[in-house]
């Protein structure tokens, strides 16, 4: 799994499963953001140092979308606290303990997880309590 976090409601934006971990899968997350988020200018890309992250292909695909890289220290979760979390709360709250019985099944729930709870149910100390959708929502309203 490969997810992209908007920082600001800690909402995800973006994500891809596959079989392996590779460039296509975080390219095909970095793309669902990009599009998702109607082609953003000037934005910033965090991740960790993983190869993936640091592969020609993924550079490029920042390159022709116009974001900026930043990668975290070399063996230091805290610069990526927010995604570690993400992590964190899908494995403890989501993922049964004996996994799924398939990929397909994975695909589904995590994807329930991220639309369906994450994102619309669970609250977040970053956003005062409220899930990520209700802090978004009530940005815009705002403005």
């Not at 409601?9 to 296509?24: E, H, I, M």
């Not at 989501?94 to 799924?100: D, K, S």
């Not at 639309?115 to 970053?126: A, D, E, K, L, V």
């Amino acid at each position: 799994l490969a997810v992209v976090l908007d920082l600001f409601a800690r909402k995800p934006v973006g994500w891809a499963l596959s079989l392996s971990p590779d460039t296509a899968l975080v390219k095909k997350a970095l793309t669902m953001a990009y599009e998702s988020r109607s082609e953003p200018e000037g934005v910033m890309f965090h991740s960790d140092q993983g190869c993936q992250y640091t592969s020609l292909g993924f550079r490029q695909l920042l390159w022709r979308y116009q974001m900026k890289q930043s990668l975290s220290r070399r063996g230091n979760c805290w610069d990526n606290a927010p995604t570690e979390r993400f992590f964190r709360s899908l494995k403890t709250e989501w993922v049964p303990e004996t996994g799924y019985s398939s990929f397909p099944a994975a695909k589904q729930a995590i994807n329930d997880y991220i639309i369906g709870y994450y994102s619309q149910i669970r609250p977040h100390q970053n956003n005062d309590g409220l899930p990520p959708n209700v802090a978004e929502e009530k940005y815009w309203n705002a403005q």
